[in-house]
């Protein structure tokens, strides 16, 4: 007879499943709500009604970042590292 199949085991595995579902969604849904906010209008954002998903859904912020010379000079630099490493 297996661990798993005993009262005792079934115990475990539930509140094993409960609580590493709840670690995981610790750390996943602050990323989550990081990418709705830079998909949502500015003025979503500033008024404080983004949550898990994007209002407004909008390109702005990711246009603002690719159109500066320090993001790209930022990524080569990146890249060299990356190749020289």
């Known amino acids: 007879m297996s661990q798993t199949s005993t009262m005792g085991g079934k115990i475990f595995r539930f509140f094993n499943v409960i609580i590493l579902t709840l670690a995981s969604a610790a750390c996943i849904l602050p990323f989550i709500h990081i990418v ?50």
């Open 36 to 85: 709705a906010l830079s998909f949502s209008s500015n003025s979503a954002v500033m008024a404080g009604n983004v949550r898990l998903w994007p209002v407004n859904f909008s390109w702005e912020a990711y246009q603002y970042v690719l159109e500066r010379e320090a993001f790209w000079r930022a990524f080569a630099i990146t890249l060299e590292r990356v190749v020289i490493g």
